[in-house]
């Protein structure tokens, strides 16, 4: 299974930059993986810049893929759910799965419908941060499915 990660805006701090190639490589060890951005939208009101930019996540989406939306109102699952789910795709046979991080002001609701929802937290993150957490949790989910000892 392909695993494609999504955020909207650019990775501006080094040790962001850092620490997705860290996790990115040690992701890589269990799956092909590729990080990619967006362009965020400037100067609209926030319902057509989550429209605008949902539009250029959509043209990054591949056909059939499973998609996973990080949404403060989505589902929180520990980290052994999160690794079942991703073991769930990779053993039905999904051939890619697409983790999104939304812009300053989220998805747009047509959007939202297309995938499943997942919070990392009840807490507020940057947008830069939870790119950091993000790959580091499904890290942690390989790790799990593969009985390693990173995760006790």
């Not at 962001?16 to 490589?25: H, N, Q, S």
Request: proline share 3%; hydrophobic share 40%; charged share 30%.
């Amino acid at each position: 299974m392909k695993l494609k990660v999504l955020w909207v805006g650019k990775s501006r701090e080094e040790w962001v930059r850092e620490a997705l190639a860290d996790y990115g490589g040690r992701i890589r060890r269990y799956a092909p993986l590729e990080l990619g951005e967006v362009r965020d939208e400037k100067g609209a009101a926030a319902e057509e810049m989550r429209r605008r930019e949902c539009e250029r996540l959509e043209k990054q989406i591949p056909p059939g893929a499973t998609l996973v939306l990080l949404d403060e109102r989505g589902d929180q699952l520990d980290s052994p759910a999160l690794a079942a789910f991703v073991g769930k795709q990779r053993d039905a046979g999904v051939g890619e799965m697409v983790f999104v991080v939304g812009g300053a002001y989220g998805f747009s609701e047509e959007f939202r419908r297309r995938g499943r929802l997942l919070s990392l937290s009840k807490l507020t993150f940057t947008h830069q941060m939870v790119r950091v957490f993000l790959l580091e949790q499904i890290y942690r989910a390989f790790t799990i499915l593969n009985n390693e000892p990173y995760h006790h």
